[in-house]
């Protein structure tokens, strides 16, 4: 393992600098996909219920 990050990755340091990027690219993912399932779960909750439109219809 060392030799490789010594070899292809440019050393200690540039390879924390690229560890360090790779975990802010998931976490902002992560954030997104969290706010993906949101906006999902939201539009679910505020969807107009078809049986209750029918009974309302019928009542007519």
Do not use: W
């Not at 924390?16 to 906006?39: P, T, Y």
Request: aromatic share 8%; glycine share 8%.
């Amino acid at each position: 393992f060392l030799h490789e990050v010594y070899t292809e990755q440019g050393g200690v340091k540039e390879y924390n600098k690229n560890q360090r990027a790779l975990g802010a690219l998931k976490f902002a993912g992560s954030i997104l996909l969290l706010q993906k399932i949101g906006d999902i779960l939201y539009k679910i909750e505020h969807m107009e219920i078809k049986a209750k439109k029918i009974l309302e219809e019928e009542d007519r």
